[in-house]
């Protein structure tokens, strides 16, 4: 019997406006993307609370990736502005602890940028790859 | 040791309330032992004359106290304002957290507090009493007689390297400056020169010692929300210590995140965790970052600032 390699979890939080759109154009397009990311849609990438990307490590996903509308682009005029100085403070406070910063990402991904959309999640998951699974994140209790 | 002596506060608070312009005051009282004292609301000049206190161990920040205090009357009530205290003070104002004409705000000028838990390290337990002399501390201990502390080393950590000066006041005790002169980002820049796994090692050492008894988010004088995510039973934290180490780490990033940009670093945390977890620590680490990324901010500097986080430019940094 063959023991299939784990692959890693990872967990995307998608502006509805233009990542998710994006995403969405990646599946139209016919791009390959690993299937082991989990695309959950957010109304503005600015709605990502950082208890949002702690509790996707703690249910198991060994990275997290945060895609928004381009910087200037936000449905929302500044949203994803926010988004960039919380996560910048929220990521380098990550490193701080011994949290591999592999393990999380922003990325700017218009809905025209399928390509963009399918590139970085090929990337990220060879990454998180790399750095097996979160060890330093994870809650033994929502393991199988 | 402290440059003003009780008399002067005691003084400027009585005539506050002479006056009528206040009718409370909010101070320090003293405790069952010289090293804790507490927060009180006097009412009166004798109760004052009596029970208030000045001196090394009055470490508490009355900032925070302030939003239930002015909500109960509408007379004035007075407060006393360590330096430190004022930059918090500040920062409740600039979030609306009650008025400014509600309180009569007595500057403090201060030399920094000791900390009773290095005394302790030096003296053991069974401290009787406290005495200054000359930049010494005399600590009278029930089994090893008296054992003499240099000041300096009994300081606070806070303290260490403190160059704040009263921000806000309507009348000023002494000059309300300070001037230490250490980094007070040392200690975070030795630990973002670590490894990884070194840093990971430390944090886990540290975290693990929590007790989740929420001390550091009840004194804190930026965690004034009226519902907390750690209350809420649907956070599945509430209230309860930490199950394992994901939980230890949830509570304090999440802890220190909600007051980054408006941390004035006021060291309360620290100074009133029973597990001594070097707080400030997390705190300053943020600090640190805005100061690098979005250029030099003091939370509660000046009224009317907007905190870093309720701000951006288009230029920002890339995470």
Same mark, same amino acid.
């Given at each position: 019997?063959?023991?299939?390699?784990?692959?890693?979890?990872?967990?995307? #939080?998608?502006?509805?406006?233009?990542? *998710?759109?994006?995403?969405?154009?990646?599946?139209?397009?016919?791009?390959? *993307?690993?299937?082991?990311?989990?695309?959950?849609?957010?109304?503005?990438?600015?709605?990502?609370?950082?208890? #949002?990307?702690?509790?996707? #490590?703690?249910?198991?996903?060994?990275?997290?990736?945060?895609?928004?509308?381009?910087?200037?682009?936000?449905? *929302? !005029?500044?949203?994803?502005?926010?988004?960039?100085?919380?996560?910048? $403070?929220?990521?380098?406070? $990550?490193?701080?602890?011994?949290?591999?910063?592999?393990? !999380?990402?922003?990325?700017?991904?218009?809905?025209?940028?399928?390509?963009? #959309?399918?590139? !970085?999640?090929?990337?990220?998951?060879?990454?998180?790859?790399?750095?097996?699974?979160?060890?330093?994140?994870?809650?033994?209790?929502?393991?199988? | 040791?402290?440059?003003?002596?009780?008399?002067?506060?005691?003084?400027?608070?009585? +005539?506050?309330?002479?006056?009528?312009?206040?009718?409370?005051?909010?101070?320090? +009282?003293?405790?069952?032992? =010289?090293?804790?004292?507490?927060?009180?609301?006097?009412?009166?000049?004798?109760?004052?004359?009596?029970?208030?206190?000045?001196? &090394?161990?009055?470490?508490?920040?009355?900032?925070?106290?302030?939003?239930?205090?002015?909500?109960?009357?509408? +007379?004035?009530?007075?407060?006393?304002?360590?330096?430190?205290?004022?930059?918090?003070?500040?920062?409740?104002?600039?979030?609306?957290?009650?008025?400014? /004409?509600?309180?009569?705000?007595?500057?403090?000028? @201060?030399?920094?507090?000791? =900390?009773?838990?290095?005394?302790? =390290?030096?003296?053991?337990?069974?401290?009787?009493?406290?005495?200054?002399?000359?930049?010494?501390?005399?600590?009278?201990?029930?089994?090893?007689?008296?054992?003499?502390?240099?000041?300096?080393?009994?300081?606070?950590?806070?303290?260490?390297?403190?160059?704040?000066?009263?921000?806000?006041?309507?009348?000023?005790?002494?000059?309300?400056?300070?001037?230490? &002169?250490?980094?007070?980002?040392?200690?975070?820049?030795?630990?973002?020169?670590?490894? /990884? /796994?070194?840093?990971?090692?430390?944090?886990?050492?540290?975290?693990?010692?929590?007790?989740?008894?929420?001390?550091?988010?009840?004194?804190?004088?930026?965690?004034? @929300?009226? +519902?907390?995510?750690? &209350? =809420?039973?649907?956070?599945?934290?509430?209230?309860?210590?930490?199950?394992?180490?994901?939980? /230890?780490?949830?509570?304090?990033?999440?802890?220190?995140?909600?007051?980054?940009?408006?941390?004035?670093?006021?060291?309360?945390?620290?100074?009133?965790?029973?597990?001594?977890?070097?707080?400030?620590?997390?705190?300053?680490?943020?600090?640190?970052?805005?100061?690098?990324?979005?250029?030099?901010?003091?939370?509660?500097?000046?009224?009317?600032?907007?905190?870093?986080?309720?701000?951006?430019?288009?230029? &920002?940094?890339?995470?």
């Amino acid at each position: 019997m063959q023991i299939e390699e784990k692959k890693p979890l990872i967990a995307a #939080f998608c502006c509805n406006w233009c990542s *998710y759109a994006g995403a969405d154009l990646a599946g139209n397009n016919r791009l390959n *993307y690993p299937d082991n990311v989990k695309i959950i849609r957010v109304p503005c990438s600015c709605r990502v609370d950082p208890t #949002f990307i702690l509790r996707a #490590f703690q249910r198991g996903a060994d990275g997290v990736l945060i895609c928004g509308c381009h910087p200037g682009d936000c449905h *929302y !005029t500044t949203g994803n502005y926010y988004t960039r100085r919380r996560m910048t $403070l929220l990521f380098s406070m $990550l490193e701080y602890l011994g949290i591999e910063k592999e393990r !999380t990402r922003v990325e700017w991904v218009s809905a025209a940028e399928g390509a963009k #959309f399918a590139q !970085t999640v090929n990337e990220f998951t060879a990454a998180v790859s790399a750095l097996g699974e979160n060890r330093r994140l994870e809650d033994l209790r929502c393991k199988e | 040791m402290q440059r003003i002596n009780r008399s002067e506060l005691i003084k400027a608070a009585a +005539k506050l309330i002479e006056s009528g312009e206040a009718d409370r005051v909010l101070g320090w +009282k003293k405790g069952e032992f =010289d090293y804790d004292v507490t927060p009180y609301v006097f009412n009166s000049i004798d109760e004052i004359e009596k029970d208030f206190v000045w001196g &090394d161990f009055c470490g508490a920040n009355f900032s925070k106290y302030l939003i239930k205090e002015t909500a109960k009357s509408d +007379k004035k009530v007075a407060v006393f304002l360590k330096p430190c205290d004022t930059y918090s003070f500040n920062q409740l104002l600039i979030e609306h957290r009650f008025e400014r /004409e509600k309180v009569c705000v007595i500057g403090v000028s @201060c030399s920094g507090m000791a =900390d009773i838990r290095k005394i302790k =390290d030096t003296a053991g337990e069974g401290i009787a009493k406290i005495e200054e002399q000359d930049g010494y501390l005399n600590v009278f201990t029930l089994y090893d007689g008296i054992v003499k502390i240099d000041s300096k080393d009994a300081l606070a950590e806070r303290c260490l390297c403190c160059t704040k000066r009263c921000v806000v006041y309507d009348e000023l005790l002494g000059d309300g400056e300070n001037k230490a &002169d250490n980094d007070r980002f040392a200690k975070v820049e030795e630990l973002e020169e670590l490894t /990884e /796994e070194q840093r990971y090692a430390f944090w886990k050492s540290e975290l693990s010692k929590c007790i989740r008894c929420n001390a550091c988010r009840d004194v804190c004088p930026a965690c004034t @929300c009226e +519902k907390c995510v750690f &209350d =809420d039973p649907r956070s599945v934290l509430e209230n309860k210590a930490a199950a394992n180490e994901f939980e /230890e780490k949830l509570y304090h990033i999440i802890r220190a995140f909600h007051v980054a940009g408006r941390c004035t670093d006021c060291g309360e945390c620290s100074r009133v965790c029973p597990q001594n977890i070097p707080l400030h620590l997390l705190n300053r680490k943020f600090i640190k970052d805005i100061n690098a990324f979005y250029g030099q901010y003091q939370a509660g500097e000046k009224a009317g600032q907007r905190a870093p986080l309720v701000d951006y430019t288009t230029e &920002d940094r890339e995470p």
